[in-house]
């Protein structure tokens, strides 16, 4: 059955950035992680990519959710809620700071759905990075639209204690660190830095942790633990996690090649689940 959104599938645009040290130190900083200062030559850390190539989206073209207005590169949905529900990389490549790169992304997939509660959109999006040297990057990112909140959106709480693994770290987000990371990525969905707007119109007990920040943390795990260079990650949102406490990680080896990991709430609901493959050493 053809969709109302079938125009925009094969729609793309290219955005141009160069690749600069500060925003890679500002991250790791914000992650209190150890580290030298980037300096030209070196790799941007897998994922981490996604501190460039940023919307400049002018204040008077947003919407009241602080996301810009629907339309242009992805489809005019109009469903007002909309989440970063995953994806799929692969690292062909290493982005190097000093390069100038280009992203080009595609609409690949428009579907819609009738969920249990009401309708969704989701939307799927190839991003490719290339420098000089050639293709770098491949992404695939899946967004989902819903319906507006009706009423109080608190989740029920987990009801298995968080499992132990083979690798565990326990993280705790705060209204800082969410911030952080909105002005890093330029992200001005309120959901992540606005209290009133967040509990009052989305009806959430809380400010949200962004998805991408979940999932460089689930990467972080594995890398922390496996010192090869990552070929692949994906990674699926399961389930809000909200700043109220500790977030925890647990992750292991599913082969020689991969591992999994999963973070999860302080009330022990699944948050997210990820895969990483590694790469050869050299």
Not at 144 to 157: I, N
Not at 182 to 196: E, K, M, Q, V
Request: charged residues 20%.
């Amino acid at each position: 059955m053809p969709s109302r959104f079938d125009e925009w599938i094969g729609r793309t645009e290219t955005v141009e950035d160069l690749v600069t040290a500060w925003p890679i130190d500002a991250l790791r900083a914000t992650f209190d992680l150890a580290g030298l200062p980037a300096r030209a030559g070196d790799a941007v850390p897998p994922m981490w990519h996604w501190l460039f190539f940023l919307p400049t989206t002018h204040r008077s073209q947003l919407g009241p959710d602080g996301h810009a207005q629907r339309g242009g590169f992805l489809p005019p949905v109009d469903l007002p809620r909309r989440m970063f529900a995953g994806g799929r990389t692969e690292f062909l490549a290493p982005l190097r700071v000093g390069q100038v790169a280009r992203r080009t992304g595609t609409v690949v997939e428009v579907t819609e759905k009738q969920g249990r509660s009401g309708p969704l959109v989701f939307v799927t999006a190839r991003f490719e990075v290339a420098t000089e040297d050639g293709l770098a990057i491949v992404e695939e990112q899946d967004l989902v639209y819903r319906e507006a909140a009706t009423g109080s959106q608190r989740l029920p709480p987990g009801s298995d204690p968080t499992p132990d693994a083979a690798w565990m770290r326990t993280i705790t987000p705060d209204a800082t660190m969410l911030f952080r990371f909105s002005a890093l990525t330029f992200n001005g969905h309120r959901i992540h830095n606005d209290y009133p707007y967040v509990t009052g119109v989305e009806g959430y007990p809380g400010l949200i942790v962004h998805g991408p920040m979940t999932a460089l943390w689930l990467l972080g795990l594995g890398r922390s633990n496996d010192q090869r260079p990552v070929t692949r990650f994906s990674f699926r949102g399961r389930s809000p996690l909200f700043c109220d406490g500790p977030v925890s990680l647990r992750g292991g080896p599913i082969d020689d090649a991969s591992a999994s990991m999963s973070a999860w709430s302080a009330d022990h609901r699944l948050a997210m689940t990820a895969e990483v493959t590694f790469g050869s050493r050299g």
